[in-house]
């Protein structure tokens, strides 16, 4: 049995608002997280939506635990420095696998999750990442509404995004000549080295 977290987080400002450039420092406003089993041919068997309000984050840690993969979509280099200094353990030690940053490591460039979704699924994020920290802004119940709904549609994207690299072994996306590409994945999980309970 495998564990896996899809998970992605919306922040209540942009970089053009704040002096920095530590992530940390737009403060998360939501925070939604896919939890769900595979089997052995890495099959879904069961998964469950969680979203978090930043006032309910305390509920919202055990879900990291016990994991196999913790999976986003530059998470590395975003979600997880935001989430890290709030965290009651070490956030940044855990299992994290990271899609944007697989794909950089064989392109040596990065791609948006919508160009990867687009051509590899045919479909495309529901709303933008400037909208969600509006909806915040906002805080009406229906902006707010608005706002898990466009966290949790990127997590489901996510998902289905890793999951056809894992099962295809590539994804697909234009390059800058508007050439349609594969970039070559192994999502796969590592064999376990039977060898190894033998003496």
Known sequence: ??????FDLETQKLFSDINTTNPADLL???VSLYTRQLD??????????HSFWVDDFSSMWPYF???NRIIGFNS???DVPILAPLSPFSFTSLSHFDIMA????????????SAIARQTLSQDKTDIGTNAVLYWQEHSPESLKK????CEADVLLT??????ALKNGHLKYIDKWNTPRLVDLDFSYPVPDRQSSFF
């Open 159 to 164: 998902r289905d995004v890793y999951d056809y």
């Open 147 to 150: 706002l898990q709904q466009y």
């Open 65 to 67: 635990s016990n994991v």
């Open 1 to 6: 049995m495998i564990t896996e977290v899809i």
């Open 28 to 30: 998360v406003s939501v």
């Open 102 to 113: 697989k794909i950089q490591d064989v392109l040596g460039h990065r791609l948006s999750l």
């Open 76 to 78: 590395l280099k975003f």
């Open 40 to 49: 052995d041919q890495l099959n879904e068997i069961s998964g469950q939506m």
